[in-house]
C-alpha cells in the first residue's frame, strides 16, 4: 500500500512541475482534510494549486496576481468568504478572476449574495461531485 502511494503522489507531483504553464488555482478552505483532497484533485487534472486557510491570505495572493481562479470557502477565520468576495468586487478583481464559491453554507440567500458579489458558481461541500467541480473550473478557465 505504501508503495502505492508513493508513486501515486511521484506521478502528480511531475505532473504539476512539467506543466509550468497550468492554470493556478487558489484554494481558500481552513479544513485541512478538504483543502489537501481538493489540491490533489486540481494537481492530478493539469491545474497548479495553492491553498491558504484564511480569507486574510486569500487576499493577498489575489492581490499579488498570478491566478486564474479562486475556489473560496465562506466559512473561514480572519475574514469570511463573503469578505474576500467584497474586497474582489471593490478592486474590480471578480471580472478578472473568477471565483467558485464552495461552501456548507447553502442557503439560496447565501447563494444568490455570493452571486451579487462576483461569484461565477456555488457549490455545497457536502453535495460536491470533484469531478464535475474540476470539469466546471475547465470551462471557466
Known amino acids: 500500500m505504501k508503495r502505492f502511494q508513493f508513486h501515486f503522489f511521484k506521478k502528480i507531483k511531475m505532473k ?6 497550468a492554470p493556478t488555482v487558489l484554494v481558500v478552505e481552513d479544513e485541512p482534510i478538504l483543502s489537501k483532497a481538493l489540491q490533489l ?6 491545474f497548479h494549486s495553492i491553498a491558504v486557510d484564511n480569507g486574510q491570505d ?8 498570478g491566478l486564474d481562479l479562486v475556489l473560496l470557502d465562506l466559512l473561514i477565520p480572519v475574514k469570511s468568504g463573503f469578505e474576500v468576495l467584497k474586497e474582489m468586487q471593490k478592486a474590480d478583481l471578480t471580472q ?3 471565483v467558485i464559491v ?3 453554507l447553502g442557503q439560496d440567500e447565501d447563494k444568490r449574495k455570493t452571486k451579487e458579489l462576483g461569484a461565477k458558481d456555488f457549490f455545497v461541500k457536502s ?9 466546471l473550473i475547465r470551462k471557466i478557465i
Open 102 to 104: 464552495l461552501s456548507n
Open 127 to 135: 453535495d460536491t461531485d470533484l469531478g464535475k467541480l474540476v470539469s
Open 58 to 65: 486569500a487576499l493577498k495572493k489575489i492581490k499579488a496576481g
Open 16 to 21: 504539476t512541475s512539467e506543466g509550468a504553464s
Open 96 to 98: 478578472k478572476i473568477p
Open 41 to 46: 484533485e486540481l494537481d492530478s487534472a493539469g
